[in-house]
């Protein structure tokens, strides 16, 4: 090529480099990634991962909203609703009808909860029947360590949290499957259909109560919880117990350049914001916001997910402590409103590089990824960005050095996605998806890199500060 040629190509191509190159920040992005890993081995279900949150929150400084009468600019509140999802804030030193900066991600991920009837006992083995939540392969879900996670709480109010098979000491729980020898028929079968939803039962003891009787095992089982956290099997009746794999989040490869862990989706999107906002140093110009929302992985409905109106109440009992509030001041805040849909994206994976366009889709090592739209099929139920704000992120990541790619979700018509930022579009809030790639998005053990792990952190915090 051409002396004249080069030279044009470097003022005129999109570089699009792999950013362990050359990157003086190693250091930091290694120390970095070793808080994620810690935060994700103690922050497996959505409400564990708000009893984080809240941790590192009030360590840099945080009350609950509850605890202000009045607020004034620099002033760091929090709001925790049902234990599932959190809003946070640090007020802006602008009039706040100038609109907030927020950053959203979601704090549920997939996982098998158990039916409210789950203990039963089949062939002198005792199991829990289960049901699960979100988008999962079902047979990546068997012969796994699994874990379980939740809370029973009895009618008197006493509420009982659970959290058995993470520490090397406790038993672990798996679903079993056939073994080769006999799979003749199911290994014929669509891989969809290999592994029935009604099969995932987990299996949790195999010793029948010392006297002769029918369900002996299930007895024993029974009478174990009993002593154990004081519950009859009517109390199983209000849980919310959930089954998460028992592997710990770690650092993955030769060079250690990865993550692999479950829940990355969104967890990963989770702690940066966090980390992100908590970290800032000055009062920033606009009110910046961090949401925590339950329930993307099942469209975000109920009242903890992003549909509820939870958000704008936290929203408007801010404008009230700011002293500031007056008809209609909400909707005009929203309209005035920027935000990074903080969520992950599919990263390519070269084993499976056909469901993507080469040219869109994102790569692990480059940097934080932003998707201008979703949706499927001819972009149905897209949330899509404008390009005047696509320009000013662009514009921020780049006087901050962050670096960033622009993709979207596989090849044309292959299938297709969404995220909680349509819910804020539609309160007239510029929303663009910013997140961190995965491989194996979904699975029982998620894969992300470090370099992008640390962008996606400085480039919160670039959005939440200007
Ligand atoms: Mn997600
Ligand atoms: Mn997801």
Same mark, same amino acid.
């Given at each position: 090529? +051409? ?13 699009r ?11 930091k ?12 081995n ?7 991962i ?13 009350? +609950? ?17 049902r ?35 789950p ?7 005792a199991?829990f029947k ?13 012969t ?7 809370v ?34 199911q ?5 969809k ?5 009604e ?10 109560y010392?006297?002769?009787?029918q ?7 029974l ?24 592997m ?5 490869g030769?060079?250690e +350049? ?14 940066t ?9 000055d ?33 408007s ?19 005035n409103s ?5 969520d ?5 994976d ?6 993507s366009?080469k ?5 692990l ?17 897209? +949330? ?7 320009a ?7 006087e901050?050095?962050i ?10 018509d ?8 349509y819910?804020l ?14 491989l ?27």
């Amino acid at each position: 090529m +051409s002396e004249r040629a080069e030279e044009l190509k470097k003022r005129l191509f999109n570089k699009r480099e792999n950013g362990w190159k050359n990157t003086k920040e190693k250091e930091k992005i290694f120390e970095y990634s070793k808080e994620y890993i810690k935060f994700m081995n103690e922050s497996k279900t959505e409400r564990e991962i708000i009893k984080s949150s809240k941790k590192i929150a009030e360590s840099k400084g945080f009350k +609950s909203i509850e605890a202000y009468n009045e607020l004034k600019p620099g002033d760091k509140v929090y709001y925790i609703n049902r234990n599932k999802s959190m809003y946070l804030a640090i007020i802006g030193k602008e009039d706040i009808a100038n609109g907030l900066n927020i950053i959203g991600a979601h704090g549920d991920s997939p996982r098998l909860d158990l039916k409210p009837n789950p203990l039963y006992e089949d062939g002198e083995f005792a199991y829990f029947k289960t049901h699960y939540y979100g988008g999962i392969k079902k047979y990546q879900w068997t012969t796994i360590p699994l874990s379980i996670h939740g809370v029973i709480v009895k009618t008197n109010g006493e509420k009982i949290e659970l959290n058995i098979g993470e520490d090397d000491n406790d038993p672990i729980f798996t679903i079993t499957d056939l073994l080769p020898h006999l799979a003749q028929d199911q290994m014929g079968k669509k891989l969809k259909d290999a592994i029935d939803g009604e099969d995932l039962n987990l299996l949790i003891g195999s010793i029948p109560y010392d006297e002769e009787c029918q369900e002996a095992v299930k007895l024993n089982i029974l009478n174990i919880l009993n002593e154990k956290y004081g519950i009859t099997e009517v109390d199983l009746l209000s849980s919310e117990i959930e089954l998460v794999p028992a592997m710990k989040c770690r650092s993955m490869g030769f060079d250690e +350049s990865m993550v692999a862990g479950y829940g990355q989706d969104d967890k990963v999107c989770v702690y940066t914001e966090l980390t992100a906002l908590t970290d800032l140093q000055d009062i920033p110009n606009k009110t910046a916001i961090c949401i925590i929302s339950d329930k993307e992985e099942i469209g975000s409905m109920g009242n903890t997910g992003m549909e509820s109106r939870v958000f704008d109440t936290f929203i408007s009992e801010v404008l009230n402590k700011l002293g500031v509030n007056k008809p209609n001041l909400l909707e005009k805040v929203f309209c005035n409103s920027k935000m990074l849909s903080a969520d992950v994206d599919a990263g390519l994976d070269p084993i499976y590089a056909s469901v993507s366009e080469k040219n869109n889709v994102a790569h692990l090592g480059r940097g934080i990824g932003l998707n201008k739209y979703t949706g499927s099929r001819g972009k149905s139920g897209a +949330s899509d960005a404008n390009a005047e704000f696509v320009a000013e992120v662009r514009k921020i990541f780049e006087e901050n050095d962050i670096r960033y790619q622009i993709s979207e979700l596989g090849r044309v018509d292959v299938g297709g996605g969404g995220t909680i930022a349509y819910i804020l579009a539609n309160k007239g809030i510029d929303v663009i998806d910013c997140g961190v790639p995965v491989l194996s998005m979904h699975s029982p053990y998620e894969v992300t890199s470090k370099f992008d792990i640390y962008e996606a952190y400085k480039g919160y915090k670039a959005f939440l500060g200007n």
